[in-house]
């Protein structure tokens, strides 16, 4: 049974940080792209990047660049998101998610944490 079990999020203030790590089990966590996404209230789930299997390649979407930063231990089996500079509009439930390089969808995912960021 595979699982990925996110760190607690939390309550920030506008400018400020967080980092969120997502712990995986059952798989081999080297083999896996690990992603994180997010879902604010009323709003579709969006795509917030990912990291490559030896963490030697990261990829963000525009509103991550130069804000957030993912990162993998592959010796702790974990992926983290560390997030600066915070705005209200980051507030939203992250998932971290796994898929094979062969797969066109994310295979594992999460089951979420809140992160709400206050004005």
């Known amino acids: 049974q595979v699982d990925l079990v996110e760190s607690r999020g939390g309550f920030v203030q506008t400018g400020g940080s967080l980092r969120l790590s997502c712990a995986a089990s059952g798989l081999t966590f080297s083999n896996y792209i690990m992603g994180w996404f997010r879902q604010a209230p009323g709003k579709e789930r969006e795509f917030v990047g990912r990291?490559?299997?030896?963490?030697?390649?990261?990829y963000y979407v525009d509103f991550a660049k130069g804000r957030f930063s993912i990162s993998r231990d592959n010796a702790k089996n974990t992926v983290y998101l560390k997030m600066d500079s915070l705005k209200p509009e980051d507030t939203a439930v992250y998932y971290c998610?796994?898929?094979?390089?062969?797969?066109?969808?994310?295979?594992?995912w999460g089951q979420g944490t809140q992160v709400t960021v206050s004005a």
């Open positions: 998610a796994a898929k094979t390089v062969f797969s066109t969808q994310y295979n594992y």
């Open positions: 990291i490559m299997r030896s963490g030697d390649n990261t």
